[in-house]
């Protein structure tokens, strides 16, 4: 059985780096073949009690506040801030795969970019792979990794999304949407109208056209590319929904005493929104995987991201 290597971020999660450290856990619990490097506060870390003979423990007690700015945080205590020292034992360690973090997405874009920037030297982006209406999958990219773009390197973030769908989900042409405020091509901000050409007469790119808010998620697009603001806001907004729609689901069955058939429904969006599961990002373009967990992620949500890594590795599907 081969065997894979996973350096974990421990520090930066809202819950605190226990929920990490229960994470990691399982997936040693879960995955006979999987080691851990684990980057945080030492004694934390040990009080964990996780069998030593699996794990690697990094000292590097900082983290970086969504107060700070990651670029200084970089300059000033790189030694001493996990996600950092995660990522560039990543780049060092020939036998990791890839790293799991649930901290400061900027900070984990600067690391990335220090110690794992690709050989074609394009800016990663932050993808995210989302259930569609179609029973198949959208790569949404960037998420918010990178907030300011500018027409060209949305046209990066296309490629990036394209080779991913084209790899992973093995679809020959993957289609390529940008998302606006409207389908026509006169649609959208100053950026989106001076992207749409490019991408249009973009050689390898399956260009379908302007992509609206609501349809995000229709199944129109395999690759719906966006800048990181907006980008976000559809990951988040789509989250937030799914969650409203399963508690007034809820609300109903037990005003109206359907609780039993209610509970189906609302398990079945449950399971296809599993956030848990659905919750880690991939830095697309960087030399090894890079996964961006939500900062709201708990143990189950570190246990799922491994198994997706090790997915991408044996070149299988996220969540197969």
């Known amino acids: ?36 490097t684990l980057v945080g506060d030492e004694n934390v870390i040990k009080a964990a009690n996780l069998p030593s003979e699996r794990i690697k423990i990094i000292h590097a007690p900082e983290t970086v506040t969504n107060y700070d700015s990651p670029v200084e945080a970089f300059y000033n205590k790189k030694a001493s801030v996990s996600v950092f020292k995660a990522v560039e034992e990543c780049s060092k360690d020939s036998q990791a795969i ?10 984990l874009l600067v690391g990335t970019l220090r110690y794992l920037l690709n050989e074609k030297r394009q ?83 399956n260009f379908v056209g302007n992509i609206e808010g609501s349809k995000a998620l229709s199944g129109m697009c395999d690759v719906l590319v966006a800048e990181g603001f907006a980008g976000n806001q559809v990951l988040k907004n789509s989250e937030g929904m799914a969650v409203n729609l399963i508690t007034e689901i ?50 189950m949500a570190i246990k799922n991201t491994a198994k997706i890594l090790v997915n991408i590795v044996n070149n299988k599907t996220f969540y197969e």
Do not use: W
Not at 8 to 26: F, Q, V
């Open 250 to 299: 809820i609300k109903f069955g037990k005003k109206t005493g359907n609780e039993e058939i209610t509970k189906q429904i609302a398990g079945y969006i449950m399971k296809t929104y599993d956030f848990e599961s659905l919750g880690a990002g991939i830095m697309l373009g960087a030399r090894k995987y890079v996964m961006k967990c939500r900062g709201s992620s708990g143990a």
């Open 98 to 107: 890839g790293i799991i973090s649930a901290g400061n997405t900027g900070a």
């Open 123 to 205: 800016r990663p982006a932050l993808a995210a792979i989302l259930p569609n209406m179609q029973h198949g999958f959208t790569c949404l990219v960037d998420t918010g990794a990178s907030i300011d773009c500018g027409a060209t390197q949305l046209v990066e973030f296309a490629h990036l999304g394209t080779d991913f769908m084209r790899k992973l989900y093995r679809i020959e042409s993957p289609r390529v949407g940008l998302l606006s405020n409207g389908s026509e091509p006169t649609k959208g901000n100053h950026l989106v109208k001076e992207t749409y050409p490019l991408l249009a007469k973009e050689e390898g790119i």
């Open 1 to 36: 059985m081969e065997r894979y290597h996973i350096v974990i971020d421990t520090l930066g999660s809202d819950k605190g780096p226990e929920a990490i450290l229960e994470g990691a856990k399982l997936v040693l619990e879960e995955f006979e073949n999987i080691d851990v």
